[in-house]
């Protein structure tokens, strides 16, 4: 059914669907002997289409394979392309530090076998989404070069319709993890000086295998969690390992004034039956008084 207005928001002008950290390994061995990462990437892409949104994107943030082997790359494309042309939605595929440019570009998005950052940039209906690739060849902690940023500052001289988003891979926030802190994105004050004062109204990343969220250069950064396994973060941070568990991906609402990141578990569970569809009509064809008196009001004791 079409979106209904019941508060103060008309809807969202974009939604995007914020996925990352899928770490596929060819012939779907598991990952680090227990992790069944294309068993938990379907079951994640289930949990997509079971909402009923028709994103404007759906955007992978990095590390999309363990060891960027290409059969690998060929497995994610097949598992995800049937879901996005069902959804009517582009895929926008960001480089991570367990990428291989070459492989990627060549067996992922069908360009030339080149060791050239992955990069790109998407008009969803004036809304400008631009992917950075902060993967260095051969380490895992992130960087970008000059050429990559004043590409970038090119980019954000003219503002977009909807402003700018920008998709990266390493986040430009602090991490209270250790193994993080020594893995993060390099100079980020470069980075910051470029942002700083333009239409950017939201970063989206991975890496961290947890969602977190933060500002940077007064842009609102949102990380998503991975699909593969996420962190244990009930242990003290020295101990923080991976679990399978707590798996998510990101619904992103863009308004004209402010943009939503909900956090949507991937997760079996009862799930009760008081709303639907049909208490929604019901709630529609009444008016504003009859709803908060319907709703709002609490029983008498």
């Known amino acids: 059914m079409e979106p209904v207005q019941f508060g103060q928001y008309p809807p969202a002008r974009r939604i995007i669907l914020h996925v990352s950290d ?6 779907n ?3 680090g002997g227990r992790y069944d990462t294309a068993a938990n990437l379907a079951r994640t892409l289930e949990a997509v289409e079971r909402i009923g949104v028709r994103p404007d994107a759906i955007v992978f ?11 690998a790359y060929q497995a994610l494309k097949a598992a995800v392309d049937p879901v996005a042309e069902r959804l009517g939605a582009p895929v926008v595929w960001v480089a991570g530090n367990h990428d291989e440019r ?43 070069d000059e050429a990559q940023l004043q590409w970038l500052a090119g980019i954000l001289e003219s503002p977009a319709p ?28 470069r980075l910051a000086g470029i942002i700083r004062g333009t239409d950017v109204r939201g ?12 500002t940077f250069a007064g842009v609102p950064v949102n990380v998503a969690a991975a699909t593969c396994y996420t962190m244990n973060l009930t242990l003290p941070a020295v101990e923080v390992n991976g ?40 709630m529609a064809l009444l008016t504003p008084e009859e709803r908060l008196e319907a709703f709002s009001r609490k029983p008498a004791r």
Not at 22 to 27: C, E, I, K, S
Not at 167 to 178: D, F, I, N, V, Y
């Open 162 to 189: 909807l402003g700018t988003l920008l998709a990266m891979h390493h986040p430009p926030l602090p991490s209270h993890l250790p193994l993080f802190d020594i893995l993060e994105l390099r100079d980020q004050s």
């Open 203 to 214: 970063i989206l990343a991975g890496h961290l295998h947890y969602s977190t969220s933060g």
């Open 243 to 282: 679990m399978d568990a707590g798996q998510s991906f990101h619904l992103v609402h863009v308004y004209d004034d402010t943009i939503t990141h909900a956090v949507v578990p991937v997760v079996d569970a009862p799930t009760g039956d008081y709303f639907s569809a049909e208490w929604v009509e019901r």
């Open 61 to 71: 943030t990095g590390d999309l394979t363990d060891l960027g082997e290409p059969e």
């Open 102 to 144: 070459t492989s990627l570009r060549r067996d992922l998005l069908g360009l030339d076998a080149t060791e050239e950052p992955v990069t790109s940039v998407h008009d969803l209906g004036g809304l400008r989404l631009v992917a950075l690739d902060t993967s260095v060849p051969g380490w895992h902690h992130g960087d970008l």
């Open 29 to 31: 061995r598991p990952l």
């Open 22 to 27: 899928t770490h596929l390994l060819a012939g």
